[in-house]
């Protein structure tokens, strides 16, 4: 009886304790917390009388075979399948306490890396977004001219800089000024209302860069009015590089000069160069003789992270460093740092040339995420339950049947854990969840966690439409009871749609979604719904979309008429085509080409050289009358392709331009040169009209029955 009891007690531990610990068996939540520990502390007897009426409580029907006295325990010859059951048990728990650490390593490792991922991508972002919004000042520079203080205070107040564009400290304009032209320019300024205007720092130089404009016009950039940044060398460096290159360009480190001694913050400068309109630009040296001076915009630094992360739930630190030195003279900007981080990390952001050492560090809030318990629990369990299974292997040598009808009932929910976990596995390459008939989620993927920003303690027990269906992709409120996903008919297809999800920042994410019915045994008991982002397939049907309207836009503006035909009917014309026939573009669509000739015979003979030439030169071109919807004839140059030259009929393209006018001042020329000719030969004399070479280019009949030949 000992080996046999041996593997009923191995199966059933192995069995349960690995995938009944997910499960909500009663039974085993009872007797493996409560009645075990009790075995571990207070003995064999304590723990039998305890487990024996709680799992009567939790499970009759599956129990009710345990109620057996209790027997003494007996030292047999299969006492040493216990030890080993010992043995192996301290191993595994060795072995799963080690994983458990690895793993929690693993998931904290890969958490920290999204978020400094995000977080340098959201600064590239909205680097980027910044240099457009200098490409668009430029733009406005050069059309606004001449451009006064009042045109650049209004476009930029336009622009809401301070609540639209956070970080960005104004948006200004740097004069270069030759030597030569420093005084001109003084007075200039002067002259416009600031009496007390002069470029400084005061000295003789070749050239100064001088700030005309900067908005807005607050305390804070009044202090730099006047200021010529290129005495200036990181800045003078910047500035060169984007003059040489044409394009935008980021300075190191500095200290702005709207600094004063409170809330010192370092800074950085983006200019974009401007160039006198017309000039050459070819070459370096043409560019820099071209130069009119710079846009550009200063920031703060720590005004600009703030902006750029405060709406980011951060749990991770930064340090962004000038350059690729990490010095005390390069930092830029440094969350406060705990004194110890359990993770950090270097990356590099490059930005138009210029390069920024970003340092990553989790923050206590992060660091106190990271489960260190886990693998001390998953050890202290495993020592536990390891001499919990040598006592029942012990003392249950003699009760195989009680064990056998236990690990019956533990392996039944197990499998029912199974079956759960199988459902989800099945669609485990997208976002997926599950949910009760009540709508509230079981489980949701890592995936799905990623998709909407949930982890999934957060989200396991709550309405999934509560939590991220709540509002229509309008904004409107989306009511529960019109919700499609919790509405699939268990009897037909699984629901498949395009839909708007909401992450827990408030972001909105375009999904296609597929919401089907879990069946148990034909009774519904919940839905899975797997789902993927489809922000970019959305992105580019809007581009198709503008590509389209801009093609008809075009097709729509052309001076000709333009017609798409499919065998001998239209199937779609600009406006300017139905102006020339006197047809509206709908009346045009399954419109024959036959009712443009003014009969049928010219209809047909028409068609066989439209075939005959599409067949010899896959184009036909021929200038004849036209007929109008009003019946009036007018002259048109039609020219036709096919899209296929092996298959005319399923598609042409058809262009038609009135040349009406053309024609009728041909005939007038004609008679015109025919009125001259007659009163040219009624004169009573030689005639000859004669070029400076000597050949006759005309002469009237008299001169011509004179010499006996016509001219030429």
């Keep these: 009886m000992a080996r046999p009891l041996w593997k009923s007690i191995w199966r059933h531990v192995t069995l349960t304790h690995s995938e009944l610990a997910r499960t909500d068996a009663p039974c085993f939540k009872t007797f493996n917390g409560v009645a075990l520990a009790l075995l571990s502390f207070h003995g064999l007897g304590q723990a039998r009388k305890f487990s024996t009426v709680m799992t009567k409580q939790a499970d009759t029907s599956s129990l009710n075979a345990i109620s057996s006295p209790w027997k003494p325990l007996r030292v047999s010859p299969g006492k040493w399948v216990a030890w080993l059951t010992l043995a192996v048990s301290l191993a595994l728990s060795v072995a799963a306490w080690q994983m458990a650490k690895s793993s929690a390593a693993q998931e904290a490792r890969e958490h920290f890396e999204f978020h400094t991922s995000e977080i340098k991508e959201a600064m590239s972002q909205r680097l980027l977004a910044y240099k457009e919004v200098l490409r668009g000042v430029s733009g406005f520079f050069y059309t606004a001219q001449p451009m006064t203080r009042e045109k650049w205070r209004k476009y930029v107040a336009h622009l809401q800089v301070g609540k639209i564009y956070p970080g960005i400290l104004g948006i200004g304009f740097a004069q270069r000024v030759p030597l030569n032209e420093l005084a001109a320019h003084i007075r200039h300024v002067r002259a416009e209302g600031f009496t007390d205007y002069t470029v400084w720092p005061l000295g003789k130089r070749r050239e100064y860069t001088a700030i005309v404009y900067l908005e807005p016009f607050h305390w804070r950039n009044q202090r730099a009015h006047g200021y010529d940044m290129h005495i200036d060398p990181i800045r003078r460096s910047a500035m060169a590089q984007a003059r040489d290159y044409g394009k935008a360009a980021v300075s190191g480190k500095i200290k702005l000069m709207q600094e004063t001694g409170r809330d010192v913050q370092a800074g950085f400068v983006m200019y974009l160069p401007l160039y006198r309109q017309g000039a050459p630009l070819g070459t370096v040296a043409q560019r820099r003789a071209a130069l009119w001076g710079y846009v550009y915009t200063p920031f703060r630094m720590n005004d600009l992270i703030n902006g750029v ?103 039944a929910a197990s499998r029912e854990s199974e079956a759960r976990l199988q459902e989800v596995s099945s669609t485990l390459g997208e976002g997926v969840y599950m949910t009760d008939c009540g709508g509230n989620i079981l489980f949701a993927n890592p995936e799905a966690q990623r998709l909407l920003g949930w982890p999934e303690e957060e989200m396991r027990g709550r309405q999934a439409h509560a939590l991220f269906h709540h509002h229509r992709a309008d904004g409107s409120v989306y009511p529960v009871e019109a919700c499609s996903l919790d509405q699939a008919n268990p009897h037909a297809a699984a629901y498949v749609a395009e839909d708007v999800f909401w992450c827990r920042d408030g972001a909105r994410l375009p999904v296609s979604v597929n919401s089907a019915p879990i069946l148990r045994e034909g009774k519904q008991t919940g839905w899975v719904v797997a789902f993927h982002d489809i922000s970019e397939q959305l992105a580019i049907r809007e581009k198709l979309n503008r590509t389209l309207s801009e093609q008809q836009a075009i097709l729509e503006t052309a001076v000709v008429g333009i017609a798409y035909l499919k065998g001998s009917e239209i199937a779609w014309a600009n406006t300017k085509m139905g102006e020339i026939f006197g047809y509206s573009t709908e009346e045009l669509k399954g419109l024959p080409l036959d009712a443009t000739y003014p009969s049928a015979e010219e209809a047909a003979a028409g068609n066989r050289a439209v075939a005959a030439a599409f067949a010899a030169a896959n184009e036909y071109s021929v200038e004849r009358l036209a007929k109008r919807r009003d019946g009036a004839l007018v002259w048109c140059h039609f020219n036709g392709r096919p899209v296929d030259r092996g298959k005319p009929r399923e598609g042409a393209i058809w262009t038609a331009h009135d040349i009406t006018e053309r024609k009728l001042a041909e005939k007038a020329l004609r008679d015109q040169q025919r009125d001259q000719q007659v009163i040219f030969d009624s004169v009573r004399a030689m005639i000859w009209y004669i070029d400076r070479d000597g050949k006759v280019l005309r002469s009237n009949r008299l001169a011509e029955r004179y010499v006996g030949m016509a001219a030429g």
Excluded: C
Excluded at 351 to 378: A, M, Y
């Design 309 to 411: 992360l405060g709406k980011i739930e951060r749990d991770v630190g930064i340090a962004i460093y000038d350059g690729a030195a990490i010095t005390p003279q390069t930092l830029m900007y440094r969350d406060n740092a705990p004194r110890r981080s359990a993770l950090f990390t270097d990356e590099v952001l490059h930005f138009e040339g210029h390069r920024w050492t970003l340092r990553f560090f989790s923050l206590p809030e992060f660091d106190k995420r990271i489960n260190k318990q886990k693998s001390q629990l998953v050890l202290g369990a495993g020592v536990v339950i390891s001499f919990l299974l040598f006592a029942m292997t012990a003392a249950l040598a003699s009760t195989r049947t009680r064990a056998l009808r236990l690990a019956h009932a533990m392996t």
